[in-house]
């Protein structure tokens, strides 16, 4: 009986072929239906998203509604105010069916219906006082009440659900990714299966049907048609190093990027093209040792030309081998990416859509680029700015910043980076000036440091910063007048506020790292800028609040009121090791949230504002010949200039610059308004380098006779 013959080497390469297809062919259908899976749960998690910031504009026209209706009493207002709670139930309702699957969120509506019902049920009480008693009985019960307790927790309760979906929302796109690379991993896997199986049956079908010399011809030929395609590739440098780096082929390609010309080139070594700074810490040997090693190496990096101008290009290099896996050499393909059309307008794509001019200079302070923007701001057409100098357009303060003499580096010149803005004037067309605020990038380019500067006209905020101090000074001969405008005007900027600190935060955390390194920094800005803004607001709504209608003035502790303070300020004083000692503090009369302030504000002053070391805080009282006692709060900190000593305690007043030290420059101002209130003063003693002692004093109690002073050090 004859055994039937095994299969041929050709059919069984055929066989393992079509497997490796299959099993291609089967992870990307693998893949469509994760992908699908995935994007249902990602677009799942951003209607919930949408739908929690529908509920904060939806609570925010509840209460625009109820006190539009108060300050107007227009039905109008009150149907609006209607209108908005049907559509804030919608939302709640929506936003309840959208999370049903998730216990987490489920679990937060009872509050947050709690919340809103106390929301509703407040602007209800200012509705019907209106009506019964009038304008002020519903102003004050809107100013005194708690609805902004109320619609803070409500906020809470929902930027939680918020960051829960966000968490989804980050668990979901790492599954994806995983997925992602998973099916990567297998095709690729499949692809070098097939090309593998591919390339053992092209040898086997060369070796049956080829001698070894024809096989070499057919290589020399070969070789001949790719020395033929790489000297006329134009667009890519492509040239062979030996093993020790120097350079023994040159191609068309390199000799426009690199302008060497073949003669010029080869002999010579490739660091050649590197920068004094890279050859000096070994940059080209580190290229090629980790190439020797790796078989490959790509990186983007900074290439010098032959006239020394910078540029900066992609650059992949290969290790050559002999059969017997001996090094023979190198190869090196570079392309010039600063003469890239695609990323040139990507670039110019960013300036027009940024949303505040964008200009950039040369090193000699001409205009190179701009955008739309700048032509608004400036009224010039485009051509009239192109090849001016800047200075004829912000005359004074920016070509010392920008341009680099002899006597200073490039570095120098750009010492002022982007994210530290600097105020100057600018001058349009028509000669009239405004005031601006630029900020400064260094941009590389083929014509050597370019610089970028983001311009924004800030004559609204200069107008309106000085309205407000007008108005300060104005209002502040009447404290009534000053309950009312500065709590009204600091409440209603809170809401968009949140708006717009809620959207740049979502921004940051949704997009961080995913795009280029100027949206992150600009992202960046503005979440600072929200944040400085939303202090700046909290302590204008502390100022006003000393002296309105409220708690009566009692006996109270002293010295409880001081741990009370200390107690919010434990975070700054664990940070810089803080030593806050007292002696033993009376009763006075006098409010106890507003003394709380008044201690917190001082105290946290002498922490913040201290020298290299430890800072040393002391608190002390001693009765005068009349009833009131004398609180000195004394520390080892910078010192004040005694030129300063009564500007200090106005509002905006600052020493230092916002970099140095964090602040608004009202801290102070809201001191001397609580001491005011109680029919006090304060005043500071100091001298620089030695520390500052405020004084301030207040009324006292009968029960504080004939205690004494005992040292005790605070927690």
């Known amino acids: 009986m004859k055994t039937k013959p095994p299969l041929s080497l050709k059919v069984q390469l055929a066989f393992w072929f079509a497997i490796s297809l299959l099993f291609a062919d089967f992870i990307s259908y693998r893949r469509v239906l994760w992908t699908l899976e995935t994007d249902r749960s990602l677009r799942h998690t951003h209607d919930v998203l949408e739908h929690l910031q529908s509920l904060f504009l939806a609570m ?154 024809l096989a070499e011809e057919a290589l020399e030929n070969c070789d001949e048609k790719y020395r033929i395609l790489v000297d006329t590739c134009e667009d890519h440098a492509i040239f062979m190093l030996d093993p020790q780096g120097q350079i023994v082929s040159w191609n068309v390609g390199a000799e426009r990027m690199s302008g060497y010309t073949p003669e010029q080139a080869v002999g010579r070594n490739f660091s050649c093209f590197f920068s004094p700074e890279d050859i000096q810490r070994g940059r080209p040997e580190e290229i090629l040792r980790v190439t020797t090693v790796n078989g490959r190496h790509e990186e983007e990096g900074v290439r010098v030309r032959k006239d020394g101008t910078r540029f900066l290009a992609n650059v992949a290099n290969i290790a050559l081998l002999d059969p017997a896996g001996n090094l023979r050499g190198f190869c090196e393909t570079s392309h010039d990416l600063s003469r890239n059309k695609e990323s040139e307008a990507k670039y110019r794509g960013l300036l027009e859509a940024a949303p505040d001019a964008m200009v950039v200079v040369n090193r000699t302070g001409e205009i190179v680029l701009l955008n739309l923007q700048a032509e608004k701001q400036f009224g010039y057409r485009r051509d009239e700015l192109v090849g ?143 944040s400085r803004m939303h202090q700046l607001i909290q302590d204008l709504l502390a100022y006003s609040r000393v002296g309105t209608k409220g708690r009566d003035l009692l006996d109270i502790s002293s010295e409880e009121t001081l741990r009370r303070a200390l107690v919010n300020l434990r975070g700054a004083i664990e940070e810089t090791g803080a030593l806050v000692t007292h002696g033993r503090l009376p009763t006075v009369h006098a409010d106890e949230m507003q003394l709380i302030q008044l201690f917190q504000n001082l105290v946290g002053n002498a922490i913040k504002y201290h020298n290299s070391g430890i800072p040393r ?43 140095e030290f964090a602040g608004t420059g009202i801290g102070l101002a809201i001191c001397k308004k609580i001491v005011e209130r109680h029919g006090g003063g304060i005043s500071v003693e100091s001298h620089l380098g030695e520390g500052s002692t405020f004084r301030f004093d207040l009324a006292g109690s009968d029960e504080n006779s004939g205690k004494s002073s005992q040292e005790t050090v605070c927690p």
């Open 388 to 530: 001016q100098q800047v200075k004829n357009i912000i005359p004074e303060g920016f070509a010392e910043r920008l341009i680099a003499d002899a006597q200073r580096s490039a570095a120098d010149a750009l010492a002022q980076q982007i994210g530290t803005g600097i105020e100057l004037t600018g001058r349009r067309k028509d000669s009239s000036e405004f005031p601006i605020e630029i900020m400064l990038s260094p941009l590389e380019s083929t014509e050597g440091i370019l610089v970028t500067a983001a311009i924004r006209d800030i004559s609204v905020r200069k107008e309106a910063e000085a309205h407000l101090l007008t108005k300060l000074q104005e209002l502040n001969r009447s404290n009534v007048e000053l309950a009312q405008f500065a709590y009204l005007a600091s409440h209603d900027l809170q809401e968009p506020l949140r708006m717009v600190a809620s959207y740049t935060q979502l921004l940051s955390r949704r997009y961080k790292g995913k795009l280029d390194s100027d949206a992150d920094e600009f992202i960046a800005f503005a979440v600072d800028g929200a």
């Open 617 to 659: 805080v002391h608190i002390s009282a001693m009765k005068n010949v009349g009833k009131k006692w004398i609180f000195s709060v004394q520390d080892n900190g910078l010192g004040i200039d005694s030129q300063y000593f009564e500007k200090i305690f106005g509002m905006f007043q600052r020493l230092h610059k916002r970099e």
């Open 60 to 213: 925010q026209n509840v209460e625009v509604g109820y006190r539009g209706f108060v300050l107007t009493d227009q039905q109008s207002a009150l149907d609006a105010y209607h209108d908005s709670i049907v559509g804030l139930a919608r939302t709640v309702a929506t936003i309840r069916d959208l999370t049903s699957d998730n216990p987490t969120q489920q679990r937060q509506f009872p509050a947050l219906e709690r919340q809103i019902d106390d929301q509703i049920g407040f602007g209800e009480m200012a509705i019907g006082l209106r009506r019964t008693e009038g304008l002020e009985a519903a102003a004050n019960a809107i100013r005194d009440g708690p609805n902004q307790r109320t619609v803070d927790k409500a906020r809470d309760i929902g930027r939680a659900m918020q960051d829960e979906e966000l968490r989804l929302l980050a668990i979901r796109e790492e599954v994806r990714e995983r997925r992602f690379r998973q099916t990567r991993v297998g095709l690729t896997l499949g692809m070098i299966l097939g090309v593998l199986i591919a390339v053992a049956a092209r040898w086997s079908v060369q070796r049956e049907r080829f001698t070894r010399r």
